[in-house]
Structure formats: C-alpha cells, structure tokens
C-alpha cells in the first residue's frame, strides 16, 4: 500500500445546527446522505451551472466536535470559504478555512490496516482508495499506523491520471466547465434527485436533454507527453484540450462529437506535435440521451 500527502489540497470546517441544510441547499451532493467515516464528492456551481470548486466532504463525528470537513483544492479554499459565508446570511452555521492546520493524505493500493478519524473512501473511484485529513506532521505517522509506504505526490498523481480522473487546474478550468464535461455526474458527484442547490436547473436540464458534448477522457501517450493546455487536433481542426499527463497516460478534454467523426475518418488525434489515443474510444460513442418530449 502507497500514501501521499498532498500539499495542493486544503480543508475548510462548516460548523453549526444549521449546517447539514445549509450545505444541501448550496451543493450538487446530496449531504443528507453524509455521515462519519463516509466521503461525497461534490462542486459549488455558479448559477450558470459552471463549477467554481469541486471537493470531497465528510461529517465529522461528534466526538470531534461534529460539522463537516471539506478536501477541496488549497488555492481555491480561503475563495471557498469567503464564498460560503456570503451565503449563510441568517443561517446558524460557521465557516472557517483549516488549510493552515489541516491536509490531505491519500492512501491506495491496499486496505489500510487501521481506520484512522477522520479517514474515508474515494467516492469516485475505488481504486483511488483512502483520504485522511490529518496535520502535515503526522503524515508519516499514519501512514506508518495504516500499513503504508509514504511516497511523493507525484506518485498519486500518476495514479489519479492512469485512473482518468479530472483534476481542476490541470483537466479542466474553474468557472469554465459543467459537471458534465469533467465527468461529475459519472463519479458520483451530483446527486440528481436532490432538491435545488446553485446551478441545479442547468445541471438537471444537460442530463435531461443529453447536450453534455465535451467529455474528460483518458488518452494513452508516446514517450513524450505534450503540454497541458495545448490543442488536440484532429488533422487541421482542433477537438480539446489537452490537460494532466504522466508515465504514458494523459487526460483530455475534448468533443466527442468532433473525436467520433475523426474516428470515423481515420485521422489521427496529435496534441503540440505528438500522436495520442483514446484509451476507450466507445467512450465517444455513448448516445446522447433524447430529448424530453
């Protein structure tokens, strides 16, 4: 079993009675569902149904203190905080960004020999394992208690990305992509029927009317691995966005419509140069659902 703690991650505490409602009103998971020792992955939306943040949150249990701890990136945390608490306005809940004191160490390949507080299971993916929140100072600590080799986080990266799991930054920008396009609703990161939260309308009517035509996908690599950001070609017409790479193995934003024509075409996909390939091509053939009639 590997562990990696990771230094782009941050957490910010929501607190208070008002706190389970508070959340579920705002966010694309359904938090009703959320208990100790169990993990959701969600996102804050923009009322146009684009993502300002997505995260993983659990509950924390009562001896603890109770509320719910949010696993969201670093950078955005101080931004998510300040954000939630322009929302509460008369809601007896308190928000506090525990970045400086709190981190994240992922723990996969294995099942961890103790269950530390504060641990849960990946909700999008099995394979990505454990998170634990923990002080930074103790990451050696508790990887040493769960069984663990401690590595580098560019090891879990490398995972991550051979896992096909968006990373926000790398795989997609923030502001700029709906759940759909970064796989959210895929991953277990949008509860659909759950009542209204920010960007709801738009989420629901995507998934209703099958209009998500920009996918994450995995694409598999040479030797070389082109640049994140950098246009994916199909011949002279570009189908995406190239994102997060590693060992062979890479992440891209594309159309599948466009993918599936060139497919169809014979032509190959290149990204700043280089050859690239799906690494599930039918992933670009999955039919659109109809729309509501």
């Not at 804050?44 to 949010?70: A, C, R, Y």
């Not at 709190?102 to 909700?123: H, I, K, S, T």
């Amino acid at each position: 079993m590997k562990s990696a703690f990771l230094p782009d991650r941050g957490v910010v505490k929501v607190a208070g009675e008002d706190a389970r409602n508070f959340l579920n009103g705002l966010v694309t998971t359904d938090v009703d569902k959320l208990k100790p020792g169990l993990g959701r992955f969600g996102a804050l939306l923009t009322p146009q149904g684009k993502i300002i943040v997505d995260f993983l949150i659990t509950e924390v249990p009562t001896g603890h203190g109770g509320g719910f701890l949010i696993d969201c990136p670093k950078a955005l945390a101080e931004g998510l905080a300040t954000k939630l608490k322009f929302y509460k306005l008369r809601a007896k809940v308190t928000v506090e960004n525990l970045s400086d004191d709190l981190g994240v160490l992922a723990a996969w390949d294995g099942e961890p020999a103790a269950q530390p507080d504060l641990a849960f299971a990946d909700p999008r993916n099995g394979e990505l394992g454990t998170r634990i929140l923990i002080p930074k100072d103790l990451k050696q600590k508790l990887s040493d208690l769960i069984g663990a080799e401690l590595v580098d986080a560019a090891d879990y990266e490398a995972h991550r990305i051979a896992l096909g799991v968006p990373r926000g930054g790398l795989d997609f920008m923030y502001s700029d992509a709906f759940p759909h396009e970064t796989n959210m609703d895929r991953l277990a990161g949008v509860d659909f029927d759950k009542g209204c939260y920010v960007g709801q309308e738009v989420v629901s009517r995507m998934q209703h009317r099958g209009t998500a035509r920009t996918r994450s996908v995995k694409v598999l690599l040479d030797d070389l691995s082109p640049e994140a950001g950098v246009s994916v070609m199909a011949g002279d017409k570009s189908v995406g966005t190239m994102g997060s790479s590693a060992q062979g193995k890479g992440i891209a934003l594309v159309r599948i419509d466009r993918v599936a024509d060139a497919l169809d075409a014979g032509q190959p996909l290149t990204a700043g140069g280089l050859a690239l390939t799906l690494a599930e091509p039918e992933v670009v053939r999955i039919p659109l659902k109809q729309p509501i009639t």
